[in-house]
């Protein structure tokens, strides 16, 4: 097997570049506008909460289920959506997940009852689980491996970074109308791509492997992630120590126990552990959690401390982080040519050290700052670390996968970003939960001393995957 650094980094002088036909710039244009969705959904509903919970009435507690409960559809179906987009047929099931996100964008935006709001939320999580990881394994399948496929996946993953950051400016912008825009604004956009994207993705044939469905496998997976992703957005607020938490950590152990051995006893198994083998993978799905997980976990502290802090209005907290956003944005175009020349590794290393730094900075951040000098040097290099890390930690996650199961492979890096990102945001709130209920009775800088934790946990996860990424291969792929 050729080894992916190899792959990556090609001893060719001279090569002409990447040419596309207009189909192929089409087919991309569709896979990236839908990942975009994903991101720009995420981070609108975020800004949209207070508003939201104003015009419904409903509490903290309540609220943080509206994003929760998509992160429950998101990451406990992400790994299954792959998987049987590769044994279904990844057109078929990318077009009608996303018909089912477009038609739960337009219900929500048009509800009062709490309840259908939070369960249109879940269904557009599942249905996420299954277009994320499916356009992953359209692009993989459709362009070659090497120059053409990382210049596509640099592309891709740039338009879900960059639809969760400038979500936040689009968010700002659909609230100060209403806090339905943020749901409806999606779903012309969705119902476009779906008519597009029967045109212009191409038809393919299931695998030869759906004479022999895993259906225990796919069961016991899909109850253990959700039993995991449950517990882990309930555990701050039912106790790290409760009965309920530790018997929900506990069941879905005993669950996803089950689905391992089913997995090494079944003729076609869901997932081939083989696969996580392959050192560079393994790492490329560590450095997926640690890269999102502390990104989110730090945006939910610093939006907490710029808005209930500082006051400062959603969109004047979106335009802040904004710088970082466009770092990513504009990188697009020039990041597979950086992963050609440098290696994905080396980027990845890069990427997550600024990412630390940024992270670090931020801690010296007081409750007067001065933007330019405090803030924005932190939201720079945060930009630069995910402009550098996010394609590339996916372009390491594919790289030496056989077509037959790319989309397993994208399902598993999906799912570490999402359920890793999860994993430590629980954490982050279970360090400053509480804290925020006493905003009005206490100083600006004990609530900042209280948000600092969580701060410090941001660039400790950083800093935990740039070791990972840094660690030496165990094992050695021939060339």
Known sequence: MTSPTTLQRSAEPVVSAVRWTRAQWLLLMVVCTVLAL?????????????????????????????????????????????????????????????????????????????????????????????????????????????????????????FGASGFSLGLVVGGLMTSLSWRWTFLVSVPIAVAVVLLGMKFIPKDKPS????????????????????????????????????????????????????????????????????LKEGWVARANLSAVGLFGSYLSFQFIVTMFLQSVLGWTPLGMALALLPAGLLVATSAPFADRLIEKFGATQLILTGLTALGLGYVLFLRVGTTPNYALDILPSVILLGIGFALAFPSINVQATTGIKDSEQGLAAGLIQTSTQVGAALVLAVTTALVSGHGRSAGTVSAQAMLEQYRPGLILSAVVAIAALLVAAAPSRRRIRS
Request: without cysteine; glycine residues 12%.
């Open 38 to 158: 994903d991101g720009l959904d995420v981070s609108m509903v975020g800004v949209a909460l207070p508003s939201i919970g104003q015009e419904l009435n409903l509490g903290t507690d309540s609220l943080q289920w509206i994003v929760s409960a998509y992160v429950l559809g998101y990451g406990s179906l992400l790994l299954l959506g792959g998987r049987l987009a590769d044994l279904l047929g990844r057109r078929r099931i990318f077009l009608i997940a996303l018909a089912v996100f477009a038609a739960a964008s337009l219900l929500g935006g048009l509800v009062d009852d709490p309840a259908i709001l939070i369960a249109t939320r879940f269904v557009k999580g599942l249905a996420a689980a299954f277009t994320a990881p499916t356009g992953f394994s359209i692009i993989t399948t459709n362009f070659a491996e090497g120059r053409e496929r990382n210049k596509a996946l640099s592309i891709f993953t740039t």
């Open 208 to 275: 030869a492997e759906n004479s022999g469905h895993d259906i225990w496998g796919a069961v016991t997976l899909a109850l253990g992630m959700l039993g995991l992703v449950y517990t882990l957005v309930s555990a701050p607020e039912q106790g790290w120590g409760s009965v309920a938490t530790i018997a929900g950590f506990a069941v879905s152990a005993a669950i996803l126990a089950a689905f391992a051995v089913i997995e090494n006893k079944v003729k076609h198994p869901l997932i081939r552990f083989g696969i």
